[in-house]
C-alpha cells in the first residue's frame, strides 16, 4: 500500500512543527506521526510553548490512568454498555467514522443510581480510544488517507428542560472536557438534529467547554435535517431512522446492533446511596427551615425567559416545596399573593433527591420557597443549589434550520 500523504500545512508550519518535535522528543511514542502531533499544535494555534504544555499534560493523564491500555484491560459496567445512548455506525463520504446518540433517550437517575460520573467518563474514554486505536486505522488503510476526526450526530429528540438535571449536565461537560483536552482536533462536523426549545439552555450550560474551534464545526437543525446529513453520507452508511437505508439484518432501522439508544435502567443495576455520591456537595448552600415556618430565596431575573433550575434533599423529613413570581418587588409576600410557577407541593426529598428547572418568561424577582409550615414538631435541614441560566442564542454556531427552538 502507498504512504499515507502527510498532513497539509501552510508554508511557515514546517518548520513549527519541527520545532515542536524537538520540544516533545522525550515523549514522543513510535505510533505518533505527524499527523497526531499537528493536532496538538492545532488545539494550540501553533503556539509552540502552549502545545507542549498540553501534550505533556496528556501523557502524564495517559500514564496515571493506564490509558494506553484500556481497551485490554478495562472491562465496560454492563449498565453502561446496554443503556447509555451513543455508538458508531457507517462512515461519510469522505471516510469518517459516523458516531450517533440520543441524548434524550438516558435515564439519568436510573444511571446515577447505578454509576459514578467517573465510571461514564471513562466508558467515554473507552469508546473514543476504541475510534482511534481500532476504527481509524483500518479506515485509513481502506481510504488509503489519515481518517482522525469523526463525524457527530447528536439527536436531540424528546430534550426537555427536565434532561438539564445538575450531576448529568456536570457529567457532560467532564465528557467534552475530556475530549478538549486529550483528543484535539478529532471532531470533522458535529450534526445537532432535532433541537427543541430547551436548546438554548442546554447550549448555554455546555458552551464554555468547547474551544472555538470545536463550536465551528457545529451545525444545528431542528426537524429539516435529513438532506443535509445525506449530503455528506451516503444513504447505504446511514440508518434509515436518520434519513439513510442501513438496517440490521434483522430489519432494524435505528442499527441497534451498533447505535445503543439508551432506555429505562432496571432496578437491578441500583447501587446503593448513588445519587448523593453523584452530586458535588461542594457546590450545595444548607439551610434549617425552622418547623412551623418558611424559607424564602430570591432570585433576580434579568433576562426573559432565563433559566431557573434547582437540586435539593433534606436530612429525614419530606419538605414543601415551589417556585413563585413576586408581584410586588419591594417587600416580602406570602405564597398566596406571588404568581405560582411551579405550584408548592410536599416532595420526598428525604429519599430521592428533587431536580427540576422553570422558564421564568418574564423579568422580576423569583421565588424559590421551602414549606415546613405545616410541621409543628421537626426542623428540617435543606442541602440546595439554585441557579439562572440565561439562554444563550447560539450566535456561535451554525444555526441551519430553527424553526422547531
Avoid at 14 to 32: G, T
Avoid at 48 to 77: G, S
Wanted: charged share 25%.
Amino acid at each position: 500500500m502507498s504512504a499515507i500523504p502527510g498532513p497539509k500545512l501552510t508554508s511557515s508550519q514546517p518548520e513549527l512543527l519541527e520545532k515542536f518535535k524537538a520540544k516533545v522528543k522525550d515523549i514522543i511514542k513510535p505510533s505518533y506521526d505527524d499527523h497526531y502531533l499537528v493536532k496538538w499544535l492545532v488545539a494550540r494555534n501553533w503556539d509552540i510553548a502552549k502545545a507542549e504544555k498540553m501534550f505533556r499534560e496528556d501523557e502524564d493523564w495517559r500514564q496515571k490512568n493506564d490509558v494506553d491500555n484500556i481497551l485490554t484491560k478495562y472491562q465496560p459496567p454492563e449498565v453502561l454498555v446496554k443503556y447509555y445512548s451513543g455508538g458508531y455506525n457507517g462512515v461519510s463520504k469522505e471516510g469518517y467514522p459516523i458516531w450517533i446518540e440520543m441524548m434524550a433517550n438516558n435515564d439519568q437517575k436510573g444511571l446515577f443510581n447505578s454509576v459514578t460520573k467517573k465510571e461514564i467518563v471513562q466508558y467515554r474514554c473507552y469508546q473514543t480510544e476504541c475510534m482511534f486505536k481500532n476504527i481509524c486505522p483500518e479506515l485509513t488503510k481502506k481510504f488509503g488517507k489519515k481518517i482522525d476526526k469523526a463525524i457527530q450526530i447528536i439527536d436531540l429528540q424528546g430534550l426537555g428542560l427536565k434532561h438539564l438535571w445538575l450531576p448529568a449536565v456536570e457529567t457532560y461537560t467532564e465528557v467534552l472536557t475530556l475530549g478538549e483536552a486529550h483528543y484535539p482536533d478529532s471532531l470533522k462536523t458535529a450534526y445537532v438534529i432535532n433541537a427543541p426549545a430547551a436548546f438554548p439552555f442546554a447550549y448555554s450550560l455546555v458552551k464554555n467547554f468547547l474551544s472555538e474551534d470545536t463550536r465551528s464545526k457545529i451545525k444545528v437543525f431542528g426537524s429539516n435535517y435529513k438532506e443535509h446529513l445525506l449530503k455528506d453520507i451516503d444513504a447505504d452508511q446511514l440508518p434509515v431512522n436518520w434519513g439513510g437505508t442501513a438496517k440490521d439484518p434483522d430489519g432494524d432501522t435505528y442499527c441497534k446492533s451498533k447505535v445503543c439508544l439508551g432506555g429505562t435502567i432496571p432496578d437491578k443495576y441500583y447501587r446503593m446511596n448513588m445519587l448523593s455520591e453523584n452530586n458535588d456537595m461542594s457546590k450545595f448552600k444548607t439551610a434549617t427551615v425552622q418547623k412551623g415556618s418558611t424559607l424564602q430565596l430570591d432570585y433576580p431575573i434579568t433576562v426573559p425567559k432565563s433559566l431557573l433550575r434547582w437540586n435539593f434533599y433534606t436530612d429525614d423529613k419530606d419538605i414543601g416545596f415551589g417556585v413563585f413570581r413576586r408581584t410586588n418587588p419591594d417587600q416580602r409576600q406570602k405564597a398566596a399573593e406571588m404568581e405560582a410557577v411551579v405550584a408548592s407541593e410536599r416532595v420526598n426529598s428525604h429519599v430521592i433527591p428533587e431536580a427540576g428547572s422553570a422558564v421564568c418568561e418574564s423579568t422580576g424577582t423569583y421565588v424559590v420557597r421551602f414549606d415546613n409550615s405545616y410541621s409543628w414538631l421537626n426542623d428540617k435541614k435543606v442541602f440546595y443549589l439554585v441557579e439562572v441560566v440565561e439562554p444563550d442564542a447560539g450566535k456561535d454556531l451554525q444555526i441551519v434550520d430553527s424553526t422547531d427552538f
